[in-house]
Every structure is written in C-alpha cells, then in structure tokens.
C-alpha cells in the first residue's frame, strides 16, 4: 500500500540533496553561459580557426550523449593526471554540455542585432570586449530568453545524470532511500515532484524576467 | 589641436567587388565649417561619410583626421591595416548620427549617453549621469531622461542620438541622412538641434536632402553623382550659379516633389 509515512520522513533528505541539485545545474548554467558567450563570439568572428575550434566544440558536445560524456570525465580525467573531486568533474562537463547549447542559442540572438546598434558602439570608443558584454550578450539574451530558461530547465533534469558518477544529489539519494527502504515508488514520486517545483520556480523566474524586458520594449 | 584641416580626405575610392562607388574623392573640412553633401541615391554621400569614421575600409587614397592617417599606416611605400583600438584612437573626436538613430534598446535615454562615458572615457558613474544629463537637457530632452527607446518618437530618439554623440565632446559631428526616417513633422526638431550646434561652431559635415538646411546652414555644399564630387562651393554658388546639368536635374526634382502649390501670378524662380 502506498506509504506516505516514509515520504514524510525522508522529505527533510531529499530537500537537502535537491539543494545540491540546483546548486549544481545552475552553476553549470551560468559557466556554461560564459563559455556559450565565448565560443558564440568565436563562432561568428573573422578567425577562420577561431570558428573552427566553435564549430567543432558544438558538434562533440551535442553529439555525444552527456552520459556518455560524464563517463569519460570521471574514468579519463584521473588517467591524464587530473584529480579534482567527482562533484567538480561532473560539473564542468554539466558546464561544457549546456555550453554547446547555449553557443547555439546565443548565435540566434547574435545574429538578430542590427549591425547599426554595434557601429554606434564603436563610435563612441567602445572595446571590443566592452561591445560583446554590454551592447550584445544583453540583447541577446533578450531575444533568446525563452530558449534560455527552456535551457536550464533541461540541465535541472540532466543533472540527474551525474548520480552515476557518485555525486550526491536529489535522484542519487533518492536510488539510496529506496533501496534501503524498499518504498521505491513513494520515493521517485516525491523526487520527482520535487524536480517539478524546482522547474516550476525557474520558468516563473524566467516569465518575471521576461515582463521586466518587456518594459523596455513596450510603447 | 593641428592648424590644418579637421577632415582631409585625398583621392579616395572605394570599390565593393567591382562596383566603383567613390571615384577619386578630395574634401577638406575646417573648423567650424558646415559641409552639407547632397546627391541623389547611389552617388557615394552615406559611403563617403562612413569611410570618413572608418565604419567602412576606404580602398584607396587617404583620409586624415586632425593630421593623422585614419585607419592604416604607412610603411615603407606599402600601407597596412592598424588595429581597431588605433582606428578608435585616430577617431575619438569624430561624433556619428546614423540615420536609424541606433540606440541601444535595453538602455534609457540616460544611459544611451551615460554608458559610452563610463565605458570609453572612464567617468565615474555620478559624474557620467550628471553629463548625460546635461547633454539631454541640451537637446531638450531632459524629462525624458528615463525613457527607453522604445517609447520615445523617431525626433527624440535622433536627439538622444545626437546628445550621446555631443557627450563625447568631438571635434566634428557626422550626420548621415539625420533626418531621413523620421516622419515629416519631426524633422524640423532634429534639424533645430543642428542649427544650434551650427551656430555654437561645432564642425559638422552633414549628408542630407534637406535643401532649405543646406542652403541656410551650410557653409559648404558638395554634390555628388556617381561617386565624384560634381560641384562644390557656397550655397548660394551650387544652388544658383553652378551650371553641372547634372546638378541642375537633381535639384530641379527635389523642387518639383517639394512644390505643390503655386501662386497664378508666377512659380517660385
């Protein structure tokens, strides 16, 4: 019979591994964002080379199943001399995985400026880096804002994943509780409307944000 | 500052592919002087002065700015690219107005004009919005100061634009085509704004089709068709005297469209 006893007592743990689960996905969200900022740029500069390392890192990253990828990480990394915690390790790939996205999003939003709001830049002296940071990623991010929330919900799902390489979060906690308990079903349930809140908190986010822009826009 | 001219533009041309758009272009500008260039469409006047900032790479011949080479140097006979901090140096007195205004959108009015002072110039941030809004204030903005973009007509906006320039505190000002999309009841602002920096002695050199500006601001007027200068003078020397039949075609169709009554007792000469 269903067991709401054991959901209770378990709550208080599984909240605190769902902490790790939004400390991780939105860390890897935001230095997943730099990275899609850096290789964006790179992808649409004059260096042929340049888009060529962009093009090739988009292609790997989407390419291979981030499984895939986070296995790699955990087994390789120590094999090329890299020691660095599981948690981390599965964070930068987490970062490198959504950052292909994110590359491929911004690129949309990039693409979407008149080239007249840059040139006004440079008349008035603006560096190159002070242009990408001020005038372009805040535009497209404008644009892009509903694929980039969409984004982050994803890497929130996708940082189940990481429970494979021994990092604690919500669902490796959750595979702990149940089989110890043998309660399975209460348990996944319990995680996964857990999941359901943490994303339904980011898309309200996401909508906030979006009618803060939409003040500006607004005749 | 150097004792020669502001603006010395020498035998440039600039080809795109094989399209010849300026042909062997020679302009001086001097301080304080208005230059209105007027042609019709295709004639070079929007390139001519995109090359004068550098915002297109001219392809040959020279363009010095306060007696620097703008965007290249000279090395041993050979001439190379210099970088774009060097052009942005070589050009930091130069102010553009583009005829779509280009603000920044998620800005407002303030900081389109504040931001490039923190940014460019390094100004703290209270003494950056104190400029800024003096600029707006000059321009006749200032209740507007909050507004973003988006919310200000086609004249505020162009005067937002033209305050963001001012802010800069340039040697010349750049108008290409100011006024251009605006509707017709809001040129008149923008071209009072002009009037003013005219009369304040701010060089300005000014690609337009408003006649009745050119020919009361202007100190020099150079028509241009098919990428070369087909005259040039006062106003009064190329709207009256000059006999380039070309110019004269030109202009005859600006009055033809801008005439649309005339009194019995005889047409406007």
């Known amino acids: 019979m269903f067991n709401t006893t054991i959901i209770i007592k378990s709550l208080p743990l599984l909240l605190e591994a769902s902490v790790w689960t939004v400390v991780y996905s939105l860390t890897s969200v935001a230095i997943g964002f730099c990275i899609g900022t850096l290789m964006c740029a790179a992808r649409l500069s004059t260096s042929p080379a340049a888009r060529r390392v962009s093009a090739f890192y988009v292609s790997f990253f989407r390419g291979v199943p981030l499984l895939v990828q986070l296995l790699i990480s955990y087994y390789c990394l120590p094999l090329v001399g890299i020691n660095v915690p599981s948690s981390v390790a599965a964070v930068g790939t987490l970062a490198l995985c959504t950052g292909a996205y994110i590359t491929e999003i911004l690129r949309g939003g990039f693409l979407g400026i008149p080239a007249g709001l840059i040139e006004a830049a440079r008349m008035v002296g603006l560096s190159r880096t002070q242009i990408l940071t001020r005038i372009e990623v805040p535009l497209a991010v404008r644009f892009t804002l509903p694929s980039l929330v969409n984004e982050t919900t994803m890497m929130v799902k996708a940082s189940s994943l990481i429970s494979v390489v021994g990092v604690l979060e919500l669902t490796r906690l959750a595979q702990n509780i149940a089989t110890s308990t043998f309660q399975p079903l209460e348990i996944y349930l319990t995680a996964g409307a857990i999941y359901f809140v943490i994303n339904g908190v980011i898309t309200l986010l996401g909508a906030l944000l979006e009618s803060r822009f939409q003040l500006e826009a607004a005749r | ?269």
Request: glycine share 10%; net charge negative.
């Open chain 2, 1 to 269: 500052m150097s004792e020669g001219p502001i603006i010395d533009v020498r035998g440039v041309w600039k080809r795109f592919g094989a399209t010849e758009v300026l042909k062997g272009i020679d302009l001086s500008i001097n301080k304080s002087d208005v230059t209105c260039i007027i042609g019709p469409s295709g004639s070079g006047k929007s390139t001519l002065l995109r090359c004068i900032a550098f915002l297109e790479e001219y392809s040959e011949g020279e363009i010095y700015i306060e007696g620097e080479l703008l965007g290249f140097a000279q090395e041993g006979g050979k001439r190379r690219r210099v970088s774009e901090a060097e052009v942005a140096r070589v050009r930091r007195n130069v102010g553009f107005v583009f005829q779509q205004f280009n603000l920044w959108p998620h800005m407002t009015a303030l900081e389109n004009v504040a931001a490039p002072l923190r940014l460019a110039r390094g100004i703290a941030g209270d003494e950056a919005a104190r400029r800024a809004g003096a600029m707006l204030e000059k321009v006749g903005l200032s209740a507007r100061a909050g507004a973003y973009p988006s919310q200000l007509s086609g004249g505020q906006q162009q005067r937002v634009g033209i305050a963001r320039a001012l802010a800069m505190e340039p040697h010349i000002m750049l108008f290409d085509e100011p006024t251009s999309a605006l509707d017709p009841e809001l040129v008149g602002e923008v071209l009072q704004v002009m009037r003013d920096l005219a009369g304040e002695g701010m060089t300005m050199a000014v690609v337009t089709h408003e006649m009745g500006f050119a020919a009361q601001v202007a100190d020099t007027v150079v028509f241009l068709d098919h990428g070369r200068i087909a005259a040039s003078g006062s106003p009064e020397e190329v709207f009256r005297r000059d006999p380039n039949p070309r110019l004269r075609q030109f202009l005859q169709n600006y009055f033809d469209r801008n005439v649309f009554w005339q009194s019995e007792e005889g047409a406007a000469s």
